[in-house]
Every structure is written in C-alpha cells, then in structure tokens.
C-alpha cells in the first residue's frame, strides 16, 4: 500500500493549497425527483446545445448518477455521446464541448466514488481532529465500496477515464473561457487527483486505454507490481491542467504560467 499512501497524501496536500473549504464542498443539493436518462440516439436527434441542456437539468438531481452507476450499458452509451462532443478534432462549439467534457467527468467521478474520495481528502484536510495513522487516514478517506479490490478498481478507473476529459476540457481553456456558473474549485480539485493517478500510471507503462489499465494501477498501488517511475508527477507539467488551476483563479499556489 505504500504508493497508494504516496499518491493520496500528495493529492491531499495538493487540494490543501488550492484554498479555502468554502471553494471545494461540493453542491449537497439535489433534486429529489427522478431522473431519466435520454438514450444516445434521442440526444443525437436534438441540436447538441439542447441536448446537453437536457442532459444538464437531469443530471441535477444523484438519481441520475445512481441510475448509471447500476446500468453499465447506458452508462457507456451516453458516455460515447458526450466523449464524441469533446474529442480532440470535434467540430463542436467550445462551450458545448467543455459542457460534455465536464459531464462526462462528473459521471466517472460519481459513479466511481471518486468524488467521495476527493471530498473525504478535503473533510479530511480540514478536520479538526486528523488521522494519527495511514490506517485511519484510509478508513476515513476512501468509500466504503472502494474498500475492495474491485471497487478500488472502479473508481480508479473512474479517475483515468475523467482525466481524459478534464485534460480536453483544460485544453478548451486556452483560447475560451468555461462555461457560465461553472465551479472551477471543485474541477479543480477532481483534476489534480485524476492527473497524479493518470500520470503515475503512465510513468510506469500502464496503457491507459485498455480494458487492463484500472487494474494494473492497483496492481502499482498495492505493491502486487513495483513500479519502475516513483516520482510524484508535477501539476505544473501539464498545460491542460495549468489552464484549469489558472481559470480557477490559483496560478500562484502552483507558480503556473497564464
């Protein structure tokens, strides 16, 4: 467990230089009535900024998440829709593809547990009473259904696939600006926690596109495999998350570049 130790105290300590809690709690509100989840062939037949409005207004509410996270198969279809929207070479508007970029993160994020994770580190962070050991830092930061193995290997699957898009939507902000009432602090803090575990996965020859590449990152993790790069990756390597950090109003905490 020692590199999972190293990547999580990095990423921890990491969220606690981008700011104040107030800039990182998540939205705990959400509707409580039920979401439907639009089929991919119902979106494609809507202009793309309207169906990610659609899109927008059901994922308000976590019964649109809880409905993914049980049907894998929808999950992957409406995922291929919005990862056509923000692929590199889209022809897409700007905002629509940073629109779907970040949504198809936050689907990753909160299907996975990922986002649970990111919050606990920051609850963790911020606590008043800090774990005294690594045992109760995990017990206290990873979710319950990430304990085991395999739903450890779902959400960091969850995080390498969100990375993807967050590095696309990064990229996006180079030359425009995100999308209005977009929440900079909490993209921020999810980014920098996809990028260590993307990046240390690469380091260490991980394909992070096949079918393997979650398991083999907990195999790194845990120790099964000894990994061959254990240098903590630098945030400010990446311009993509540079971007995201300065959009978010953080460029001196990282002495990035505008």
């Keep these: 467990m020692r590199n999972v130790k190293i990547i999580l105290v990095i990423a921890a300590v990491s969220i606690a230089l981008?700011?104040?809690?107030?800039?990182?709690?998540?939205?705990?509100?959400?509707?409580?009535?039920?979401?439907?989840?639009?089929?991919?062939?119902?979106?494609?037949?809507?202009?793309?900024?309207?169906?990610?409005?659609?899109?927008?207004?059901?994922?308000?509410?976590?019964?649109?998440?809880?409905?993914?996270?049980?049907?894998?198969?929808?999950?992957?279809?409406?995922?291929?829709?919005l990862g056509d929207i923000w692929a590199p070479g889209s022809s897409e508007a700007p905002e629509d593809q940073q629109r779907a970029a970040l949504l198809y993160a936050d689907i990753e994020m909160k299907t996975t547990g990922g986002d649970e994770l990111v919050n606990n580190l920051v609850n963790t962070l911020l606590s008043d009473n800090p774990p005294n050991d690594f045992s109760d830092f995990w017990d206290q930061v990873v979710p319950a259904e990430a304990q085991s193995e395999q739903g450890m290997e779902e959400?960091?699957?969850?995080?390498l696939d969100a990375w993807n898009a967050y590095d696309a939507f990064g990229n996006t902000?180079?030359?425009n600006?995100?999308?209005?009432?977009?929440?900079?602090?909490?993209?921020?803090?999810?980014?920098?926690?996809?990028?260590?575990?993307?990046?240390?996965a690469e380091a260490n020859g991980v394909d992070t596109t096949s079918d393997t590449a979650a398991s083999d990152l907990y195999d790194l993790l845990t120790g099964t495999t000894t990994p061959t790069a254990t240098a903590i990756p630098d945030p400010t390597s990446s311009t993509s998350l540079n971007n995201i950090i300065n959009t978010a109003g953080l460029t001196d905490l990282f002495n990035t570049g505008a």
């Design 18 to 81: 981008l700011g104040c809690q107030q800039m990182f709690e998540f939205n705990l509100f959400s509707a409580v009535d039920h979401a439907s989840i639009p089929s991919a062939s119902e979106l494609k037949s809507m202009e793309t900024s309207a169906a990610l409005d659609l899109l927008g207004d059901e994922s308000s509410s976590d019964k649109f998440y809880e409905d993914l996270a049980n049907d894998p198969t929808k999950k992957q279809e409406l995922e291929g829709y």
């Design 155 to 159: 959400m960091l699957g969850g995080f």
């Design 173 to 175: 902000l180079s030359s």
């Design 177 to 200: 600006d995100p999308p209005e009432g977009t929440n900079m602090g909490e993209v921020a803090q999810n980014a920098v926690v996809s990028f260590y575990l993307y990046s240390f």
